[in-house]
């Protein structure tokens, strides 16, 4: 089996392109021009002297690997270990002097290329968006804090690719998304009063020793229900009674005081109905 890789020109060497093939991984690439090695190609001025479309193959027959110079607005450098220089196609770019579409000569590798180098451009665009701000000591978390950040990108986008066309219209934005998996992450299975106990010392009203009654439940601040999976974990989904009434965060049409501890929603309990086991039960 094949992968096909498509990486940035600061990674890009002969010698990857190289092992990469024989791990049996496809390269097609950008690369730089001090990295070839020898090969020696037409000048940016020889090429843009010959005009748009201009372009120049080399091919090395013992790895079988091809280096295409290509000239369109400036001179472009592709390698790649399965795209041979045979294929040539047309295609339409704007011409800035005539102020027209023009038909162009573009070798298939820049097709390739140009199609498949927009995932690794859009994600790495993607994680510059919110990025973990936090400027570690070590130098090598920061390595860690990029993996969670393309991590949460890949999440988000597989997410995007399971919506259905209905679904797509209103997907979650990333924003969201990174605050629902945080939110999962700290709660999930873990005890109510640990998520919403204050940080630093305690203070004495928290003194386990000083025999006063429980304080009151916190009102319920949350705005936006909670993850699924906090609210399917079974853990501290404990009825409380609420400040004030309010409708039901599932039915919409009841009327109740009585919310839960953990999720912070308010949910019907009475005789007829019971919101709370189904909110905490079904998915
Ligand atoms: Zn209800
Ligand atoms: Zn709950």
């Known amino acids: 089996m094949y992968y096909f890789e498509v990486s940035l020109s600061w990674f890009t060497s002969p010698e990857?392109?190289?092992?990469?093939?024989?791990m049996g991984i496809l390269t097609v690439a950008t690369i730089n021009r001090n990295r070839l090695r020898g090969c020696t190609l037409k000048s940016d001025k020889e090429l843009s002297k010959a005009g748009?479309?201009?372009?120049?193959?080399?091919?090395?027959?013992?790895?079988?690997?091809?280096?295409?110079?290509?000239?369109?607005?400036?001179a472009v450098l592709l390698a790649s270990s399965f795209i041979g220089p045979e294929h040539v196609e047309r295609c339409r770019r704007w011409s800035k002097e005539k102020k027209e579409y023009v038909?162009?000569?573009?070798?298939?590798i820049v097709k390739v290329y140009n199609h498949n180098m927009g995932g690794v451009d859009l994600a790495d665009m993607f994680a510059a968006l919110y990025?973990?701000?936090?400027?570690?000591?070590?130098?090598?978390?920061r390595i860690l804090y990029y993996l969670i950040d393309l991590s949460l990108v890949n999440g988000w986008l597989l997410y995007r690719c399971h919506l259905t066309q209905k679904?797509?219209?209103?997907?979650?934005?990333?924003?969201d998304f990174r605050v629902k998996v945080a939110?999962?992450?700290i709660k999930v299975g873990k005890q109510a009063d640990l998520i919403s106990r204050k940080r630093g010392r305690p203070s004495?009203?928290?003194?386990?020793?000083?025999?006063?009654?429980?304080?009151?439940?916190?009102?319920?601040?949350?705005?936006?229900a909670p993850s699924v999976d906090v609210r399917l974990d079974r853990c501290d989904h404990f009825p409380i009674h609420a400040e004030k009434r309010g409708r039901c965060r599932l039915c919409k049409n009841g009327y109740t005081q009585m919310a839960c501890l953990k999720c912070k929603v308010l949910l019907c309990f009475t005789k007829d109905k019971n919101c709370f086991l189904e909110y905490h039960m079904t998915k």
Do not use: F
């Not at 990025?131 to 978390?141: E, G, M, Q």
């Not at 679904?167 to 924003?175: D, F, I």
């Open 16 to 22: 990857l392109i190289v092992e990469l093939k024989k």
């Open 52 to 74: 748009r479309g201009a372009y120049e193959v080399k091919y090395e027959k013992t790895s079988g690997m091809s280096i295409v110079k290509w000239y369109d607005n400036k």
């Open 103 to 108: 038909e162009v000569d573009r070798p298939h």
């Open 131 to 141: 990025r973990i701000d936090i400027r570690p000591r070590r130098w090598y978390l």
């Open 167 to 175: 679904q797509e219209k209103k997907y979650m934005p990333l924003l």
């Open 183 to 185: 939110d999962a992450l």
């Open 204 to 224: 004495l009203e928290d003194d386990p020793t000083s025999h006063q009654a429980a304080p009151p439940p916190p009102p319920l601040q949350r705005i936006s």
